[in-house]
Each structure stands twice: as C-alpha cells, then as structure tokens.
C-alpha cells in the first residue's frame, strides 16, 4: 500500500467528479485490454482524485448530532453480542467499462470488507470522509514456491492449503489524507474497517473480470501453514475461503453527477 501524490482542494460544485472520469478515460482507457494501471497512470489520476469532496459526489457525511440521536435511541451501531460480524455496505456506481471502474463504498460505523485480493488489478482509494483501520498483505516467498509448487487460488476450496503473507501496513487512518494506490505485486491482500462512518472512492483499472482471471477471492488467517509451522513476526498464514455469508453491499442511490456510462444510461 503506497500514497499515490496529489494536492487536495475539493470545489464542491461535482466538476470535480467530470474531470477525475475525464482524466481516467485519457490514461486507464488508452490502455491494451486487460493491462493494470502503472505506477505513472496513477500519479496522473491522483491528483484530480484526492480534489473530489463528498459535496462533489452528492454525499453527505453523518452529523455528530445525527449519530449522538442513533446511538440514544439504538444504541452504538455494530456492537453487543448479536451485531452482525459485518454490517451491510452501500455501494454506488459511478462507472465500469472494460477499462476502469469507479465507485463510492459507505460504510457504517464498525463496517468492514473481508480479507480479499484484486488479482491483475491496479486500486487507487480515497477516504473521502471518518477513520479506517488498513490492513494489508503482500504474498512471501515459501520453500514450496521455491520447487515450483503452486497454489491455485481457483481451486476447491477444500483442497486450498494455507499460503504465508508478509504484512504491509496496518494502520489507522483518519481523512484527509492523500490516495492510496494497491498494485497486482503489491500488497494485493487487503481489508478496510471503519473506525467511524467513512466513506471510500475507488478507482479500479482494470476492473474485476471473472472470465478473464480477475475474479475476487476471500481469506481468513490461520495460526499454521500446511504442515503445521507457525508463521514469523510481520506474518501471517491466509487460507482461502468462501465470502462470508453475512458479508452484504446493497446498491445505493447515487444522487451526485453522473459520468461515463452511468451518464449514458439515462
């Protein structure tokens, strides 16, 4: 998980929103079928990302007061011994061709994502608004690797044996703060949970594709790696599994300026 560069200075007005898409379409979609954004796409999108406010995208964060009201009549969200272990997720559509998605995840207090990858892919995020813990993994080395094993992430879930994780980051981070950028060798693992509501704008080049090898896949850590070794320090054992069951995102309604081919839709 690297910061991808940019000044920050939202207008309010939601052009800041045609000129990200402007901009995405000129690099992301120039680019061969299928190929992830470089290092270089990504500092040329950045900046006109980390530009976009709430306001531009027709959100509006939850006022303390809103939430001091919440949390008096139904107590603190996410919490107690029957709260959901994940609290249902908005997701708002901004964009998705061939080339590059973009969208907008709203997330509850105590709201997460499970472990999971973006194989192939290049992930630009910004934390449009409230805090989120960062956890992220890169995938290390192992002896069997080394004899040219190779795990199949589209195996059976049954015949998946644990693969070793070398952790990036694990952080708290709290808007403002300038785009973070995941590439395809690079921190692929990772998970968001909102310390408070938070809201995070997503950028993704190329986009998920089942049919052409960029399909999601979840993980859950284990203590032991397949013939019972424990991991190091900074490590971690991940074990492919199903998505959880109680893991939901339900479409939300987009209210803020419509681009690209949700523009063309109406």
């Not at 939430?67 to 603190?76: Q, V």
């Not at 901004?94 to 995840?105: I, K, R, T, Y």
């Not at 921190?187 to 052409?212: Q, R, S």
Request: proline share 10%; hydrophobic share 35%.
């Amino acid at each position: 998980m690297a910061f991808a560069r940019g000044p920050g200075s939202g207008d309010g007005d939601g052009a800041s929103v045609q000129r990200l898409f402007d901009r995405c379409q000129e690099v992301l979609g120039a680019l061969p079928n299928g190929t992830p954004a470089t290092v270089d796409d990504v500092n040329a999108i950045a900046p006109l990302m980390d530009r976009v406010t709430p306001a531009d995208l027709g959100i509006v964060p939850p006022t303390r007061a809103a939430n001091h009201l919440a949390l008096r009549l139904f107590g603190r969200p996410g919490t107690g011994p029957r709260a959901p272990q994940y609290p249902p997720l908005e997701y708002l559509k901004l964009h998705e061709s061939a080339a590059f998605a973009m969208g907008v995840f709203c997330f509850p207090e105590n709201g997460k994502i499970p472990l999971h990858d973006h194989p192939g892919m290049t992930v630009v995020s910004k934390l449009l608004y409230g805090r989120v813990r960062v956890l992220s993994y890169d995938w290390a080395k192992t002896e069997d690797e080394d004899s040219g094993v190779v795990v199949d992430c589209d195996a059976d879930v049954s015949t998946r044996v644990p693969r070793l994780a070398r952790l990036v980051a694990d952080r708290e981070m709290q808007s403002p703060i300038p785009p973070l950028s995941l590439y395809p060798s690079d921190a692929n693992v990772h998970t968001f949970h909102a310390l408070t509501d938070a809201a995070v704008l997503d950028v993704l080049a190329p986009p998920y594709a089942v049919g052409a090898g960029r399909d999601c896949h979840y993980f859950v850590e284990t203590p032991l790696g397949p013939r019972g070794e424990p991991c190091g320090e900074n490590e971690a054992w991940l074990l492919e599994t199903e998505c959880p069951t109680s893991f939901e995102v339900n479409r939300g309604s987009y209210v803020g300026p419509r681009v690209g081919s949700e523009a063309q839709a109406e």
